[in-house]
């Protein structure tokens, strides 16, 4: 039996202190270790640039060195911004307004692990981006701490993940939506846009693309997921503006 102590029938999410006190607290460690690891990656000397090869990158990814645009890496701010915004929008639909504290809170786990895992991957890995092979760019470019920071694409999973919770969270509340179809292509292809854009900006390589484009769907698929009310849980907080509803199993 499932019994609900709310006003509301249809919530389709829960806080709980066992659930979010962990989440929140290892994602917050995540971005603090990732940020004092960037902090300590250095740049790479003009040595180890001049003895950089194509030869040295795998055949996969090895066309990202003929890749270069200031144009397509300030797009990517931009579409990565509006991916990042999308979200936003559920506080404006009637059904998913009601939940917007419960909402923000997961999104805001979500944006933790879409931003602190690359970081790490950045800081541990140190993987030269695909400029540094490519002779046309500029020396100084090559021979900043930016340019070991390839692996992988943190516009990437930040843009998949939003657009996964995102789509997670439509679907749940309009499962029946004619836009559905709509929705999806557009969400998607918005984060597709992002990652592509990195990889014509000579900023990533193919795999550190789908690398952030799988962390980032996982993380914006799994967040929502685990907050599901379910008949499983013993007990779960949902959070209203200015009203807290309880859930209880058994």
């Known amino acids: 039996m499932l019994t609900v102590i709310s006003g509301y029938a249809q919530d389709k ?25 960037e902090k300590k990656v250095t740049p790479p ?3 180890e640039i001049l003895r950089l090869h194509p030869a040295d990158i795998n055949r996969f990814d090895r066309n990202a ?7 397509a890496e300030k797009l990517s701010d931009i579409t990565v911004t509006a991916g990042v915004l999308l979200p ?6 009637p059904e998913t307004r009601r939940e917007k504290i419960t909402l923000s809170v997961m999104y805001l786990e979500v944006l933790f692990f879409a931003n602190s895992l690359p970081a790490l991957g950045k800081g541990i890995i ?12 500029p020396l100084k470019k090559k021979l900043e701490a930016e340019a070991v920071k390839s692996f992988f694409s943190r516009h990437t999973s930040s843009a998949f993940a939003s657009a996964t919770f995102f789509l997670m969270i439509y679907g749940s509340y309009y499962p029946e939506s004619p836009y559905r179809e709509a929705v999806w292509i557009s969400s998607l292809a918005l984060a597709s846009l992002t990652g592509y ?12 693309i ?41």
């Open 210 to 250: 789908m690398a952030g484009a799988v962390v980032g769907a996982c993380t914006g698929f799994f967040v929502p997921w685990i907050h599901r009310f379910n008949s499983e849980n013993n007990i779960g907080l949902n959070l209203h503006p200015g009203k807290i509803s309880l859930q209880f199993s058994f």
């Open 88 to 93: 936003v929008s559920l506080m404006i639909l």
């Open 197 to 208: 854009l990195r990889y014509a900006s000579g900023e990533h390589f193919p795999t550190d």
């Open 126 to 137: 140190r993987r030269k981006r695909p400029y540094n092979y490519n002779p046309e760019i």
């Open 13 to 37: 999410f829960s806080l709980t202190p066992e659930k979010d006190i962990p989440i929140l607290g290892a994602g917050f460690l995540a971005g603090l270790s990732g940020y004092f690891l």
């Open 65 to 71: 060195i003929d890749h270069y645009s200031q144009n």
């Open 45 to 47: 000397t003009e040595v």
